[in-house]
């Protein structure tokens, strides 16, 4: 839709809100878009756009006021900076992460995660291709001024098989740049580029409005350079799965300087309503795990920002560094060195691979023979080959830390405990009923979470030593509420978020507190300011479009089966009201081909395509009715069989048209089947109709135009 577009539905649904809301609260209008859209008069559009964001954001009238006022001033301002036009909007949840912190970069343990993409809070991004490779990006916030990057300022194109291997080689010979927020966006650019060579020729023009505190441990750079990927593919026509698009990003965002794991890309691009995300690193995998929505909240209270400059990213490069590359070269050593103790190694890892319950406390032991620290020049002489990775991959560290001891020990207990806590974790939600769990269970439930939550802060705090002053103060005040079921720092740390776990009841009078005994004494107030997340377990990244509505309702349509009847006439209308923004060629294909067997045992003596309706042959009302419904569309081929080709050519003599021989009659499949030669290097559509179809009206055959483009990733659509 056009920025215009999206302002004046979005004020028609905000306009008409509380009457829409009426119809959206019933207990089956999420799960059904069609009974939805067709209740009532025929405003499908605005009610699409509402009835998507009530899907997304729930159906509370004050959160869909917000909502509907974002994007009206969000497209407002798009307008302004870019003119009025198509465009898309994207949008990626912030990342809320119950569980397993600092451990997505590890390579040496099988390790796994917990987190959820919030509902409520998130980063929209409207976009648009541009007319060259240059990407234009732009935000609301003031504080991020716009910048320009061009697609040829980054790699060429891969040069081998591993992408992955060609963006470090890349990454090693251009340092990282000076922190810019525009380097989110390049980061994805470049590394689409890299990895997809010349079909990214395409950049865009964007601007994002973001409801996720930048540097507080919510991902707001992740969710970034997520909708940045995200955008690229689209307006370079790039197919991709959710967890290919994570998995990119990751790496994309490597460009920034640091050397992190995909935790946050993945939660962003997979998450689903009511449940949280298990991520298992060592098979990059996920799984959906039920979390309770009802009655529990989960509150982020934003202490400082975790400053991104140098420092800090060498600090967050150190721990990746000890994880990803020296403790296992630590281990692989054992080999040589002690191997009955690598033999217990590789045992208690098989142990835990088969699911023994004592399996870590062996891994735990054996960790605990990690030297405390080393320097990087000890390991440089011990480990020539483990230097010379840190080398590649963290030249900065290596740079600038070479004598001083990096913790090693104390690193590979936090990791181990966090395995655990994910694990148990799992088990306490698995165990609680599906559905509306008793208040009981579910208290109970949420003090034993609590409880992991509070262990997982003492480990980060003590033993990767991310935490601050102030965030231990922030610790400190929320978890002397006694309603709160735990707390503990989220994120990369160095400051940022503090998550809090709490009954929906409890919610306000906590905020009140933090703001009496943190905020005010600062000067701040920190529900205004942003500084407070209230989340509850959303949808990941999404599109916001009432195209991606009217699939659904077409969809649930077409499963209606023995309903069909009641909602045709509904479901005719909604195609007719949408707007025909088809811009590609459109390429008819008459099929007038055949034996004529089954004409001829009717009684009929010429070929069905000539057959005479109200005076004219049956085949010209369908070629006029085609020209009808789509006026610029290429001359149509006609395919015949040798015992059409004759006449239909001499009935057609006066029309512009092209002649296909299908040189036996061996069904329909066949005879568009042999159009390929002249439709071989058209990007359009190919509309196929039969010659003995007459009464197939223009407005049939707009219809169907409409759902091609409304299915545009099927590759037929039979209207």
Known sequence: MNTSDLQRLSALARANLSVELSRLRRPDAEANALEYLLDGDQAFQYRALLFLLQCIYGAVEQTLDDQLLRLIATSARFTELYGDGAVSVLRAPARINILGEHIDYVSYLPTASLPFGSRENDMLMLFRASENDRIRGASTSEEYPPFTVALADGPVARVSNDPEADWLSYLYEHPAPAPHWGNYIAGPAYFARLKYGPQVRQGFDFLVDSRIPAGGGASSSSALVVLGNAAVCEVNQLKWTPLELARNAARAEWYVGTRGGSMDHITICLSKRDHAVLITYRDQQARHVSLPAQKVRWVTFFSQPADKGRAVMIEYNERAAVSRIIIPALIEGWKTQQPERYAAWLKALQSLQDGSATALDEVEELLRELPEALALTEIERAYPDAFAACARAFPALVAERRERPLQIRARGLHHVGEVRRVASAVQVLERLPSGDPADTEQVEAMHSLGQLLNESHESLRDLYGVSTAEVEKLIEIIRADPKVYGARLMGGGFGGNVLALTHENDVATLIETVQAAYYKPQNRHGVSEGSVMISTPG????????????????????????????????????????????????????????????????????????????????????????????????PPIVIVSPETDAPVRAALQEQNLTFVLQPEALGTADAVLNAEEPLRHFDGLVLVVWSTQPAITPVTIRRTLKLAKLFSDYEMVLP
């Open 539 to 634: 949808d990941g990244l999404a599109t916001i479009s009432v195209e991606e509505v009217w699939r659904e309702a077409i969809e649930q349509f077409n499963r209606s089966g023995a309903n069909a009847e009641k909602y045709r006439n509904g479901v005719t209308s909604l195609l007719d009201n949408i707007e025909d923004t088809t811009t590609e060629e459109v390429w008819p294909v008459i099929v007038a081909a055949g034996k004529g067997k089954r004409a001829r045992s009717t009684g009929i003596t010429v070929p069905k395509p000539l057959v005479p309706v109200l005076g004219v042959p049956s085949i010209v009302h369908v070629l006029r009715n085609v020209r009808a419904a789509v006026s610029t569309a290429r």
